[in-house]
């Protein structure tokens, strides 16, 4: 069993950067691929960015490459998210998710889900 927990979500300029975090305990951090996704109002939840066991790999949706970074401390068993250049259309609630093994893009491949933190960025 891997508890998830988000933080860092809030309001922001467009332009403007947050950095998303998620604290996980429970079974071994370092064996579960993490992963990113986000879900605005009357959508289905998407794929944001992922990252391999040791950090060495990473995944990201062509609508945030260039602009999102995804990254992990295992001996703090946390992952990240740096949102930089906020558009209004990345306002949804950013889940981060465990995956032991599958498709890393698909939402029902992962284990294991934290209960969501809230980006708003206004125009």
């Known amino acids: 069993q891997v508890q998830l927990v988000e933080s860092g979500g809030g309001l922001v300029q467009a332009g403007g950067s947050l950095r998303l975090s998620c604290a996980a305990s429970?079974?071994?951090?370092?064996?579960?691929?993490m992963g990113w996704f986000r879900q605005a109002p009357g959508k289905e939840r998407e794929f944001v960015a992922a990252?391999?066991?040791?950090?060495?790999?990473?995944y990201y949706a062509d609508s945030v490459k260039g602009r999102f970074t995804i990254s992990r401390d295992n001996a703090r068993n946390t992952v990240y998210l740096q949102m930089n250049s906020l558009k209004p259309e990345d306002t949804a609630l950013y889940y981060c998710?465990?995956?032991?093994?599958?498709?890393?893009?698909?939402?029902?491949?992962?284990?294991?889900w934290g209960q969501g933190t809230q980006v708003t960025v206004s125009s």
């Open positions: 990252i391999s066991w040791s950090g060495g790999t990473t």
């Open positions: 998710a465990a995956l032991q093994s599958g498709i890393y893009y698909r939402v029902d491949e992962y284990d294991y």
């Open positions: 429970g079974r071994a951090f370092s064996s579960y691929r």
